[in-house]
């Protein structure tokens, strides 16, 4: 069973910076597409980014392109969100997802999901 928790998120001022990470067990991941979603009250939940296996390919939502950063280290089984010049429409919880199609946008695709973690962005 594969378990997915992440960490890193917290409060902070428009055009401030957090990253996020999300930590897997029970099951190395180093083979498998992985993902951020977000969701915001109200909100179905959305795409913001993708990341091959290796690293090697990343995809973006327009709206965080240029500003959030996706990566990976299978070493340690961990994937990472840098996101910088925060934005107040940029509050969510933010999910970690696993094991969806190469650079798929879709929820219902990704097998595996974390609990979330809170970002809120004040103006």
């Known amino acids: 069973q594969v378990r997915l928790v992440e960490s890193g998120g917290g409060s902070v001022q428009a055009g401030g910076s957090l990253r996020l990470s999300c930590a897997a067990s029970?099951?190395?991941?180093?083979?498998?597409?992985m993902g951020w979603f977000r969701q915001a009250p109200g909100k179905e939940r959305e795409f913001v980014a993708t990341?091959?296996?290796?690293?090697?390919?990343?995809n973006y939502a327009d709206s965080v392109k240029g500003r959030f950063t996706i990566s990976r280290d299978n070493a340690e089984n961990t994937m990472y969100l840098q996101m910088n010049s925060l934005k107040p429409e940029d509050t969510a919880v933010y999910y970690c997802?696993?094991?969806?199609?190469?650079?798929?946008?879709?929820?219902?695709?990704?097998?595996?999901w974390g609990q979330g973690t809170q970002v809120t962005v004040s103006s």
């Open positions: 997802a696993a094991g969806g199609w190469p650079a798929s946008r879709l929820v219902n695709e990704y097998g595996y």
């Open positions: 029970g099951r190395t991941l180093s083979t498998y597409t």
């Open positions: 990341v091959s296996w290796s690293g090697g390919s990343t």
